[in-house]
């Protein structure tokens, strides 16, 4: 599998986009959320977790029944690198263990965790972070418990070199960096963006470049209609001529589509609105 080391390199990259950004500092009165976030009865909102599941990502790392997955199986480059199996994992850990795991790349025993994108799941409103907690502590235990990492030298010449940091420092870092705000009415698009596309196209969406792979910024998706956006993000088809990675024709079907009809119009209402913006 050869996947991971550009996943190592997108989720490290975002300090190239750090730095002061006022207008990315939440300051919003009222937390935005995934539909679905304001049910009150418990199996709705197991049910809402579980989409976030998709919505997030954990489903592409950890596996579509989330028992684990081996990411990559290259001793002499990256290493034997595995993502846990979250049904043996997640029952062991509190809530608050489990919440600081996501939100804040602290692992309850482990000194450091990596590859996890915290810096994202920091930005998700209290509900949104709760209903996935709940339903990852639901989740009948299944399978192994994933074999131990054993990174190789490309992924240790990466940590040492600072190119590779842990989820707990790319919280920090990432604190108050963003997108461009563009107020209330587009706020559910950039949450979408800020917690899911961020985690590719970097923290203000603007792309970056690395020598084992590089990503646009999103300015691109102004040159969609509403209708070709539609295709674009639940079937991982572009419009006309253009080419997209492999990558995001898989994260269009196995993610957004599970995006409600109301959170794509929001995602392509910012993206849209983003792009228009005077350069």
């Given at each position: 599998m050869?996947?991971?080391?550009i996943?190592?390199?997108l ?6 986009n750090a730095?002061p950004?006022k207008a990315?500092?939440e300051?919003?009165?009222v937390?935005t959320?995934f539909?679905g976030?304001d049910?009150?009865n ?5 049910k809402h977790?579980e989409r976030l599941t ?7 790392c ?7 997955k ?6 002499k ?7 846990s199996?979250l049904t043996?994992?997640a029952p062991t850990?509190t809530a ?9 790349g602290?692992?309850?025993?482990r ?5 996890m994108?915290s ?9 949104d972070l ?7 502590q639901?989740?009948?235990?299944e399978g192994?418990l994933?074999?131990?990492?054993k990174l190789g ?9 600072g190119?590779?940091?842990p989820a ?7 604190r ?5 705000d563009?107020?209330p009415?587009y ?12 985690e590719?196209h970097?923290?203000?969406l ?7 792979g590089?990503?646009?910024d999103l ?5 969609y209609?509403?209708e070709?956006?539609e ?13 997209i990675?492999e990558?995001?024709q898989?994260?269009?079907?196995r993610r957004f589509?599970h995006?409600?009809?109301h959170?794509?119009?929001a995602l ?6 983003r792009?228009?913006?005077p350069?």
């Amino acid at each position: 599998m050869r996947t991971l080391p550009i996943v190592l390199l997108l989720l490290t990259s975002c300090d190239r986009n750090a730095g002061p950004n006022k207008a990315a500092v939440e300051a919003e009165s009222v937390a935005t959320s995934f539909d679905g976030a304001d049910v009150s009865n418990a199996a709705a909102r197991l049910k809402h977790g579980e989409r976030l599941t998709y919505v997030l990502g954990c489903r592409g790392c950890h596996g579509k029944d989330l028992k684990g997955k081996l990411w990559d199986d290259d001793p002499k480059e990256y290493g034997i690198m595995w993502a846990s199996n979250l049904t043996r994992a997640a029952p062991t850990m509190t809530a608050a263990q489990l919440k600081a795991l996501l939100s804040k790349g602290v692992h309850p025993r482990r000194k450091e965790l990596w590859v996890m994108p915290s810096e994202l799941f920091q930005h998700l409103s209290q509900t949104d972070l709760e209903a996935v907690v709940a339903y990852l502590q639901t989740v009948k235990s299944e399978g192994e418990l994933s074999p131990d990492t054993k990174l190789g030298p490309r992924a240790l010449m990466a940590i040492e070199s600072g190119l590779a940091k842990p989820a707990a420092m790319l919280v920090r870092e990432t604190r108050n960096v963003g997108p461009v705000d563009l107020g209330p009415t587009y706020k559910l698009g950039r949450y979408i963006t800020r917690v899911t596309c961020a985690e590719c196209h970097g923290t203000k969406l603007e792309g970056h470049q690395d020598p084992e792979g590089k990503t646009p910024d999103l300015v691109i998706a102004g040159a969609y209609s509403r209708e070709e956006f539609e295709k674009l993000i639940t079937q991982g088809t572009p419009t006309g001529n253009r080419r997209i990675a492999e990558l995001m024709q898989s994260v269009a079907k196995r993610r957004f589509s599970h995006l409600t009809p109301h959170e794509r119009d929001a995602l392509y209402a910012y993206l849209k609105a983003r792009a228009e913006q005077p350069q």
